[in-house]
Structure formats: C-alpha cells, structure tokens
C-alpha cells in the first residue's frame, strides 16, 4: 500500500541510510578526512571504479601528532630511511633522533618522545607530513594488481592538484595536495 505515510515513513529510512554507502571507496575506521580530500578521493574513485571495477580503500587520513608518530615509529622498525622518504630532512632527522634516543624504552616512550618532535615542529610551522595539515591520504595497494595500479596511477598523474607517492611497507600509494 503506498499511501502518504508509508511513503514518507521509506522517504526517512532512505534518508537516514549513511552517505558513505554511497562513496565509491572504503575507509579503515577512524580516519579522519578533510573536505577537500573528500571532494578529490570521490572524484579519482569513481574514475578508478568505473575503470577497473574495483573500490579503493583509504588506509590514513588527517593524522595527530601521535598518530603520525606510530607511522614513523613503524616505518623506522622496518629498516626505511625516512630522511629520504621525507622531504623536509631537517625535521625528520629530528624525529629519527628522537626514536633512536628513546627506542631501548620501549614503543610507547619513542613514540611519544617523536610526537613531543612532531608537535613542536608545528608550532614553529613546519609540517613534516601532509598527513598532519588534512592535505593528504593513504591508499592501499596491496590488493590492486599491475593492471589496477597503472589505471589508478593514470588517474592521478592526471590531476594536476595531486601528488602520488608508492610506498612500500605497508605497500600503499600516498597521494598528497599540491
């Protein structure tokens, strides 16, 4: 029976139904995401979506200072260099001091001594990650296939907004604002 009340009662449940089981893409639980990442993520999603068939799924958004922090803490576990992963040397040659200082300590006490770097390299205004300003996402890459992250990467080398970087552990393509 359609009468107005059932239909206004289906108008509320469609209406209540969250908007991101509409977004062309997944995100882990947690990350945060400005509105201007929003915007482009759903733009290269969907291009990505209709390409390949497949969703992306974002693994790292807008990042606290602690957050950023547990990334760096793991990268550097894994034996990377972030002094060339990062562009500004100075500021993570900083936060490598800071882990190498306080590592024998633990994870959390080298954790917080780089987040205690982070947070006072952005109140002198230096940003070692987009991550930390809402001007970059992470995007895994460990579920795509060659075919997959040549069309995503097509995608984004067409946007001349974005920047990509592949990274390797955990494998993901970090795409950041220009």
Do not use: W
């Amino acid at each position: 029976m359609r009468t107005p009340a059932v239909l206004l009662l289906v108008a509320t449940i469609l209406a209540s139904v969250p908007a991101s089981a509409e977004l062309p893409y997944t995100v882990d639980d947690g990350v945060q995401l400005s509105p201007r990442i929003e915007s482009l993520l759903t733009r290269i999603a969907t291009e990505y979506r209709r390409r390949s068939g497949r969703t992306l799924h974002v693994t790292s958004g807008t990042r606290t200072p602690q957050a950023q922090a547990e990334a760096m803490f793991d990268k550097l576990r894994h034996g990377q260099n972030l002094l060339r992963l990062y562009r500004d040397e100075h500021a993570a040659n900083e936060i490598v001091h800071a882990f190498r200082v306080e590592r024998r300590r633990g994870r959390p006490a080298a954790v917080h001594a780089m987040a205690e770097v982070i947070r006072g390299q952005m109140q002198r205004g230096c940003f070692v990650s987009r991550h930390l300003s809402a001007g970059a996402i992470d995007i895994r890459s460990r579920t795509m296939n060659r075919s997959q992250r040549r069309i995503f990467a097509n995608i984004v080398g067409a946007m001349p907004d974005v920047e990509l970087l592949p990274e390797g552990a955990p494998p993901h393509f970090h795409l950041q604002l220009r």
